[in-house]
Structures are given as structure tokens and as C-alpha cells.
T-cell receptor, first 114, second 110 residues
Framework: SQTIHQWPATLVQPVGSPLSLECTVE??????LYWYRQAAGRGLQLLFY??????ISSEVPQNLSASRPQDRQFILSSKKLLLSDSGFYLC?????????????FGQGTRLTVV | QKEVEQNSGPLSVPEGAIASLNCTYS??????FFWYRQYSGKSPELIMS????GDKEDGRFTAQLNKASQYVSLLIRDSQPSDSATYLC??????????FGRGTSLIVHP
């Protein structure tokens, strides 16, 4: 069965510090991968998605970037965090099955920028 | 117009009642619709998928889809306090990019 691992679970970082969040998927090949952010009391905002190694699509221009160095690894990064980067970051995966494509989430990383 | 809209709630129902959660979407070509449950502080969990007009039942949950009206709903029968959570409606943009509503908070009180 497929599993998704996301770490760390919580993170407190000072403004201006770098960020690296990692997500890996097990039990499947060539998944679609996604990074979402959920700010307090708000909906899920799609940040990046990837359909293959090295293929990254950005939804929202900001000081975040994403990379996919391996088939089942997705990394979210920032060189300098802003206070507004605080939120709940969620990695998700899906396998393309046409209309039946379903997405599943990791446990999330709660980031607080101070 | 937002792509996926939900009433933020909270929707409060007594234990044992039917909870009805609603969602509208703007993209007429959407084909895939999902309901996720999110407990406070946790990540969303997929509970229902629906692709064809009509009803789809799974245990106490029934998803209803009306593509002509661009409307999808989730019914929870015999609501339990453990059903208290935020319910997120999602619609696939293209074939594989889920777009989420802001979610409806459901409170089931004993």
C-alpha cells in the first residue's frame, strides 16, 4: 500500500531563516506531487505541483520554491522566511487514473515564523 | 467568483440527525468531486469521491452530484460527535489538480 511521509511535524523558525520541508511517497511510481498551504482559518492553497522528476509548476508567486530530485521525493524551500509564511504545509500525492484520480495527504508540517 | 464555494458554518446538528453539507463549483467541465474530513490540527482525509450525477452511498455518508446545477453535497446520517470536523469539498482542475473550498465546520452535539 502507498504511504506518504512528511517531516518535520512542527517547526518554529525566525524571520529571514531558510526553510526545507521534505515529503516522500512509498509504494507507487511516478506520482503527481503537491504542496499546499493552509493559513489559520483559511482554505487549502495550492503552492506547487509536479508530474515528474524536475517538473515543477508554481501556482502562487512568492518566496517559496519546490524541487523534485527523485521520483517520490518533493521538497519545499525558502531562502528567507517571512512572517506571512506561517501556516500548515501539506504534501499530497496522486496517481493519474483519469477521472478517478484521488489525492492523499501527508500529516503536515505546522510552521510558525517568529 | 471562487472556483469552489462552501458555507464556512459552523453547522450544528444534534447527535443522530442528518448533517447536510453543500458545495458549488464554477468550472462546468469539472468531472471529479471529492469530500475530505479534517479534524482540528490534522491533515485532510479523503472520505468520498463522486464522478457521475446522482447519489453515491458509503456507510453513513452519501455524496450527491448535480452537474447541471454545479452542485455537490455530502449527507451524514446518524451524526455522531466524532463526526465533528471541517469538511472540505474539492474539485479536480484538469484531471489531477484538486482545488479546495474553504470548508464547512460541522459540530455534532450530544
Amino acid at each position: 500500500s502507498q504511504t506518504i511521509h512528511q517531516w518535520p511535524a512542527t517547526l518554529v523558525q525566525p524571520v529571514g531563516s531558510p526553510l526545507s520541508l521534505e515529503c516522500t511517497v512509498e509504494g507507487t511510481s511516478n506520482p503527481n506531487l503537491y504542496w499546499y498551504r493552509q493559513a489559520a482559518g483559511r482554505g487549502l492553497q495550492l503552492l506547487f505541483y509536479s508530474v515528474g522528476i524536475g517538473q515543477i509548476s508554481s501556482e502562487v508567486p512568492q518566496n517559496l520554491s519546490a524541487s523534485r530530485p527523485q521520483d517520490r521525493q518533493f521538497i519545499l524551500s525558502s531562502k528567507k522566511l517571512l512572517l506571512s509564511d506561517s501556516g500548515f504545509y501539506l504534501c499530497a500525492w496522486s496517481v493519474f487514473l483519469g477521472v478517478n484520480t484521488e489525492a492523499f495527504f501527508g500529516q503536515g508540517t505546522r510552521l510558525t515564523v517568529v | 467568483q471562487k472556483e469552489v464555494e462552501q458555507n464556512s458554518g459552523p453547522l450544528s446538528v444534534p447527535e443522530g440527525a442528518i448533517a447536510s453539507l453543500n458545495c458549488t463549483y464554477s468550472d462546468r467541465v469539472s468531472q471529479s468531486f471529492f469530500w475530505y474530513r479534517q479534524y482540528s490540527g490534522k491533515s485532510p482525509e479523503l472520505i468520498m469521491s463522486i464522478y457521475s450525477n446522482g447519489d453515491k452511498e458509503d456507510g453513513r455518508f452519501t455524496a450527491q452530484l448535480n452537474k447541471a446545477s454545479q452542485y455537490v453535497s455530502l449527507l451524514i446520517r446518524d451524526s455522531q460527535p466524532s463526526d465533528s470536523a471541517t469538511y472540505l469539498c474539492a474539485v479536480n482542475r484538469g484531471s489531477y489538480i484538486p482545488t479546495f473550498g474553504r470548508g464547512t465546520s460541522l459540530i455534532v452535539h450530544p
